[in-house]
């Protein structure tokens, strides 16, 4: 779903000022802010921060005093990519907890697909997979037939069930799974993973079967032919089918219409027929 900016005149800080605590940085300060979705979304992060990177190196040359904007640095994956870059602690600011700086010189980027990930430019993924698949030791430890676990079932509200209509959900995953694990799958939380370890599934996937998630932008790092079978609402977009099309791997999409109306269009509760699973897996998978 796109985001738009508000107008100028609706910036309260421009009018009022900030009550926050200024923070002056001694030296060249990057700015890889890039909306709200980054500071706890996976996807958001290596789509819309780390592909920043690109674009600064690009025309400029790194230094040990330059400083780092970032929305947050709280979440594993976060502290992980950036190891994996190079980045040091030191030269890392939070802006979840400092969000007044001050700096001699202050960079920043235009949002790279500006604010629409169903149009996530092609570099910006040919460089996700260049930069991590290139420095990681590839090994297979998982299953290469996996469905995404998102263990988002529990929380379901069955005293009203209308509550959970913002969850994305399979009401029947229990049976999706056993299906599933007869045929030779194994689930997968993908929370339960590093960020090593994230890079490997995929890389050695021969199938992968999951809802319409962050967790999919692990796509980048299949290797060509990859089966995927997304699930998803009837109106959720296409980002992941856009990185699968790049990378040249065999996507398709199972779209369900929600139980109820959610605020969230990429969100709802989903009923998935057996049947209609195994027809997609008897005519993709051969």
Same mark, same amino acid.
């Given at each position: 779903m796109q985001s738009r900016n508000q107008k100028i005149d609706k910036n309260?800080?421009?009018?009022?000022?900030t009550p926050r605590f200024l923070k002056k940085v001694n030296g060249r300060?990057?700015?890889?802010?890039?909306?709200?979705?980054?500071?706890?979304?996976?996807?958001?992060?290596?789509?819309?921060?780390? +592909? /920043?990177?690109?674009?600064? !190196?690009? %025309?400029?040359?790194?230094?040990?005093? &330059?400083?780092?904007? #970032?929305?947050? $640095?709280?979440?594993?994956?976060?502290i992980?990519?950036?190891?994996?870059?190079?980045?040091?602690?030191?030269?890392?600011?939070?802006?979840?907890?400092?969000?007044?700086?001050?700096?001699k010189k202050i960079i920043c980027t235009s949002h790279v697909s500006n604010f629409a990930p169903e149009k996530i430019p092609?570099?910006?993924?040919?460089?996700?997979?260049?930069?991590?698949? +290139? /420095?990681?030791?590839?090994? !297979?430890? %998982?299953?290469?037939?996996?469905?995404? &676990?998102?263990?988002? #079932?529990?929380? $379901?509200n069955y005293n009203n069930i209308y509550k959970s209509k913002n969850l994305r959900i399979l009401l029947n995953e229990?049976?999706?799974?056993?299906?599933?694990?007869?045929?030779?799958?194994s689930f997968i939380n993908l929370n339960n993973l590093n960020f090593y370890e994230q890079i490997n599934l995929f890389y050695y996937a021969k199938v992968i079967v999951g809802l319409y998630g962050a967790g999919l932008a692990n796509l980048v790092f299949c290797r060509k032919n990859t089966k995927v079978i997304e699930i998803l609402t009837k109106e959720a977009s296409n980002e992941y089918l856009r990185i699968s099309k790049f990378i040249k791997l065999k996507h398709i999409q199972i779209r369900l219409k929600t139980k109820f109306k959610s605020d969230i269009i990429q969100n709802g509760l989903m009923y998935l027929k057996i049947n209609r699973l195994n027809k997609v897996l008897k005519n993709f998978i051969k």
């Open positions: 309260e800080v421009l009018k009022f000022g300060l990057f700015s890889l802010l890039s909306g709200g979705a980054a500071n706890n979304n996976y996807a958001h992060w290596l789509w819309d921060c780390i +592909s /920043k990177f690109f674009l600064i !190196k690009k %025309f400029y040359k790194i230094k040990k005093s &330059d400083f780092f904007y #970032l929305p947050s $640095i709280k979440y594993n994956f976060q992980e990519t950036l190891k994996f870059i190079g980045v040091q602690k030191k030269q890392l600011i939070d802006a979840s907890k400092l969000k007044h700086i001050q700096a092609s570099w910006n993924l040919f460089y996700l997979r260049k930069l991590f698949l +290139s /420095k990681i030791k590839k090994k !297979k430890i %998982f299953n290469s037939k996996f469905f995404i &676990d998102r263990g988002e #079932l529990k929380n $379901i229990n049976e999706i799974k056993k299906f599933l694990l007869d045929k030779g799958f």
